[in-house]
């Protein structure tokens, strides 16, 4: 059994049955046996079904938020937001267009193009967003008339599960079903001659371990991987735009692979633009996420308090300037958040992905040195410019969206793809459905 830990209080919430990774080929036989007879379903019938997933699952919305909240520690108010995205998922993407077929004529030849389901998806999800992130795999997974497997990150497994079986019963048996596992059983799947493509949320670095083991049998795989997305503020950046970075900074305790990861400002508008981030900071009030008040919730895993106090304690050897620390929580995986100035360039609080609560807040001279900065990571997930000017500005970052006056907008139908070592392939739109299938080529002589 999988044991899971509420990350607020340190209190058992639940258990699953953990999935061994021998007994993965028994899943993987059915799902195989379920996606010929889904199969012969044709895509407009897929479209309704999915439609008839949400008309389901929406009464169940509140009890879902609340399982999410004990389980992955955010607000009830963010886990609501979240349930909502996800059960709305399926209606929303069954409205998206998927390639037609099409013909080609040569004077030798003619051919009729399709594209076919790859047929098993194994979808692998992280802990930040466990049902949103699996819900997007297994939505377009199904569009595309395949069948999915999906492996829930091993803190966060109860929200999902549930939602999996509500919706079950409309689909034939085993086409969609849950595993619970760690590591190990990722790595089972990634080599399962019976699953035919991999889609991964997660770190970059177990991202790069599932590309390899993919590519000893060839097999394609879509990676969401991590962010460092800048946010470079244009001099004399408003301050109801400081307030509005500081939240997208924030976001589930800035466990978001799109949060602004770092703020690049100008000389003249540092200290006035750390004191704004400061003050919506002192406004978050951090507790359980079941009580209302809360606005900030614990971090998910007990190992990334440890990881933002090495940062943190790095930043302090190289006479960074922190701001001063909050009392957290005697329980729970809380961790104060913190606004940190005078970082030297190239510290590892800049390169690397903190995903917590801490904003570094640095400076430039010039808004080409902004860019630079902004670009000299190995990560491309996304990054925004704000203020006068922005507009050119965001179209020399090296990044896959980019945001004019916001930060991490997303939706159904906005293709969302990250560069460098953020990721391989696409998801959302017609592009992510895509992902999930393969050509289809008859040829004919004349």
Same mark, same amino acid.
């Given at each position: %059994?999988?044991?899971?830990?509420?990350?607020?209080?340190?209190?058992?919430?639940?258990?699953?049955?953990?999935?061994?990774?021998?007994?993965?080929?028994?899943?993987?036989?059915?799902?195989?046996?379920?996606?010929?007879?889904?199969?012969?379903?044709?895509?407009?019938?897929?479209?309704?079904?999915?439609?008839? %997933?949400?008309?389901?699952?929406?009464?169940? /919305? =509140?009890?879902?938020? *609340?399982?999410?909240?004990?389980?992955?520690?955010?607000?009830?108010?963010?886990?609501?937001? $979240?349930?909502?995205?996800?059960?709305?998922?399926?209606?929303?993407? /069954?409205?998206?267009?998927?390639?037609?077929?099409?013909?080609?004529?040569?004077?030798?030849?003619?051919?009729?193009?399709?594209?076919?389901?790859?047929?098993?998806?194994?979808?692998?999800?992280?802990?930040?967003?466990?049902?949103?992130?699996?819900?997007?795999?297994?939505?377009?997974?199904?569009?595309?008339?395949?069948?999915?497997?999906?492996?829930?990150?091993?803190?966060?497994?109860?929200?999902?599960?549930?939602?999996?079986?509500?919706?079950?019963?409309?689909?034939?048996?085993?086409?969609?079903?849950?595993?619970?596992?760690?590591?190990?059983?990722?790595?089972?799947?990634?080599?399962?001659?019976?699953?035919?493509?991999? !889609?991964?949320?997660?770190?970059? %670095?177990?991202?790069?371990?599932?590309?390899?083991?993919?590519?000893?049998?060839?097999?394609?795989? *879509?990676? =969401?991987?991590?962010? @460092?997305?800048?946010?470079?503020?244009?001099?004399?950046?408003?301050?109801?735009?400081?307030?509005?970075?500081?939240?997208?900074?924030?976001? @589930?305790?800035?466990?978001?692979?799109?949060?602004?990861?770092?703020?690049?400002?100008?000389?003249?508008?540092?200290?006035?633009?750390?004191?704004?981030?400061?003050?919506?900071?002192?406004?978050?009030?951090?507790?359980?996420?079941?009580?209302?008040?809360?606005?900030?919730?614990?971090?998910? &895993?007990?190992?990334?308090?440890?990881?933002?106090? $090495?940062?943190?304690?790095?930043?302090?050897?190289?006479?960074?300037?922190? !701001?001063?620390?909050?009392?957290?929580?005697?329980?729970?995986?809380?961790?104060?958040?913190?606004?940190?100035? &005078?970082?030297?360039?190239?510290?590892?609080?800049?390169?690397?992905?903190?995903?917590?609560?801490?904003?570094?807040? %640095? *400076?430039?001279?010039?808004?080409?040195?902004?860019?630079?900065?902004?670009?000299? *990571?190995?990560?491309?997930?996304?990054?925004?410019?704000?203020?006068?000017?922005?507009?050119?500005? /965001?179209?020399?970052? @090296?990044?896959?969206?980019?945001?004019?006056?916001?930060?991490?907008?997303?939706?159904?139908?906005?293709?969302?793809?990250?560069?460098?070592?953020?990721?391989?392939?696409?998801?959302?739109?017609?592009?992510?459905?895509?992902?999930?299938?393969?050509?289809?080529?008859?040829?004919?002589?004349?």
């Amino acid at each position: %059994m999988i044991t899971v830990l509420d990350p607020g209080l340190g209190e058992v919430v639940g258990e699953v049955v953990e999935t061994r990774p021998e007994q993965l080929a028994a899943v993987v036989d059915t799902a195989q046996s379920a996606s010929r007879e889904w199969l012969t379903v044709g895509v407009e019938e897929r479209r309704t079904i999915l439609r008839e %997933m949400t008309r389901i699952l929406r009464p169940h /919305a =509140e009890s879902l938020a *609340t399982t999410l909240t004990r389980e992955q520690g955010k607000p009830l108010a963010e886990a609501r937001a $979240e349930i909502a995205i996800s059960t709305g998922w399926f209606e929303s993407l /069954a409205s998206v267009s998927i390639e037609s077929d099409s013909g080609r004529e040569l004077p030798h030849l003619k051919a009729e193009v399709a594209r076919r389901p790859v047929g098993v998806v194994g979808c692998i999800s992280p802990a930040n967003f466990p049902v949103t992130l699996s819900v997007v795999k297994l939505a377009a997974s199904l569009l595309a008339g395949n069948a999915a497997v999906v492996k829930p990150a091993p803190e966060t497994p109860l929200a999902i599960s549930k939602l999996i079986n509500l919706i079950s019963p409309l689909v034939p048996e085993g086409l969609v079903s849950v595993v619970h596992g760690s590591g190990d059983l990722g790595v089972a799947m990634v080599e399962c001659r019976g699953i035919d493509r991999i !889609s991964y949320t997660g770190s970059t %670095m177990a991202g790069r371990d599932v590309a390899v083991r993919a590519a000893q049998r060839l097999m394609p795989v *879509t990676l =969401e991987l991590g962010g @460092n997305d800048a946010a470079i503020l244009m001099p004399g950046i408003s301050d109801e735009a400081v307030e509005r970075v500081a939240r997208a900074a924030l976001v @589930n305790a800035g466990q978001f692979c799109c949060a602004v990861k770092r703020v690049y400002v100008s000389e003249c508008d540092e200290q006035r633009v750390a004191d704004g981030i400061q003050a919506y900071l002192d406004t978050l009030s951090m507790g359980h996420g079941l009580d209302a008040n809360t606005t900030l919730g614990p971090l998910t &895993k007990a190992g990334q308090v440890r990881t933002l106090n $090495e940062l943190l304690t790095d930043s302090e050897l190289r006479a960074a300037r922190l !701001s001063k620390a909050v009392q957290v929580p005697d329980q729970g995986n809380f961790f104060a958040p913190r606004v940190v100035q &005078k970082l030297p360039d190239g510290s590892p609080l800049e390169l690397q992905e903190q995903f917590g609560p801490v904003i570094p807040v %640095m *400076t430039y001279r010039t808004v080409d040195e902004a860019v630079a900065r902004a670009n000299s *990571t190995d990560f491309g997930l996304g990054g925004s410019v704000w203020g006068e000017g922005a507009p050119q500005i /965001a179209d020399r970052l @090296n990044c896959g969206i980019r945001w004019i006056d916001s930060h991490g907008l997303l939706g159904h139908t906005v293709p969302f793809a990250g560069r460098k070592n953020s990721g391989i392939g696409v998801e959302y739109d017609t592009a992510g459905i895509e992902e999930f299938r393969q050509f289809h080529v008859t040829v004919r002589s004349r």
